[in-house]
């Protein structure tokens, strides 16, 4: 069975981690989106807030679950027995860090693969940081994000 983990904070899912998500699942028998619980970084939703989120919103897509990880993400998939780490790319300038990421995976474990997708052109400005800074502020997040995740944000900045 091919299974691929797609790696990420997902402080919230966006549109974009979506169409990655569900291209990814039709290339493998399983993908497992990993959601990073990451106590030094301050995020806006809860690691099971954020769990949940990514659940409500890929259950149309069968073969994808959804899991968290703290660590390395090379012994979650290890755990996992999976081989593929799946990345989005939305512009060069995401390149160099994913390049060091996975060059750095490869050399923990020579077995494992990073695959690139390139985001959808519709999404490539689209970021998790972006969508909250403009949230902040009021301003429209409306289509960048699944409509529970906009009503969520809505909620934490008072709209
Ligand atoms: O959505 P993000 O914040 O860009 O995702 C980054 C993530 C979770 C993929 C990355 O930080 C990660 O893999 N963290 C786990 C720790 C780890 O394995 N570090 C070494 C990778 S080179």
Same mark, same amino acid.
């Given at each position: 069975?091919?299974?691929?983990? %797609?790696?990420? !904070?997902?402080?919230?899912?966006?549109?974009?981690? +979506?169409?990655? *998500?569900?291209?990814? !699942?039709?290339?493998?028998?399983?993908?497992?989106?990993a959601?990073l619980?990451?106590? !030094?970084?301050?995020?806006?939703?809860?690691?099971?807030?954020?769990?949940?989120?990514?659940? *409500?919103?890929?259950?149309?897509?069968?073969?994808?679950?959804?899991?968290s990880f703290s660590? +390395?993400? *090379?012994?979650f998939?290890?755990?996992?027995?999976?081989?593929?780490?799946?990345?989005?790319?939305?512009?060069?300038?995401?390149?160099?860090?994913?390049?060091?990421?996975? +060059?750095?995976?490869?050399?923990?474990?020579?077995?494992?693969?990073?695959?690139?997708?390139?985001?959808?052109?519709?999404?490539?400005?689209?970021? !998790?940081?972006?969508?909250?800074?403009?949230?902040?502020?009021?301003? %429209?997040?409306?289509?960048?994000?699944?409509?529970?995740?906009?009503?969520? +944000?809505?909620?934490?900045?008072? *709209?």
């Amino acid at each position: 069975m091919r299974i691929a983990v %797609c790696p990420g !904070s997902f402080d919230p899912v966006t549109n974009g981690h +979506l169409d990655i *998500i569900a291209r990814a !699942s039709k290339m493998f028998d399983k993908v497992i989106v990993a959601v990073l619980h990451n106590s !030094s970084k301050n995020s806006l939703f809860t690691l099971e807030e954020r769990v949940e989120m990514l659940r *409500i919103n890929c259950e149309g897509i069968g073969n994808v679950e959804v899991d968290s990880f703290s660590g +390395l993400l *090379i012994d979650f998939l290890k755990l996992k027995d999976a081989h593929v780490i799946i990345k989005g790319l939305r512009a060069v300038s995401d390149f160099e860090y994913e390049m060091q990421m996975a +060059l750095m995976n490869r050399k923990l474990d020579a077995d494992i693969e990073t695959v690139f997708m390139m985001t959808s052109s519709k999404y490539s400005y689209l970021s !998790s940081s972006l969508v909250k800074e403009v949230a902040r502020h009021k301003g %429209c997040i409306h289509g960048l994000v699944p409509n529970m995740v906009e009503e969520e +944000l809505k909620k934490r900045f008072n *709209i």
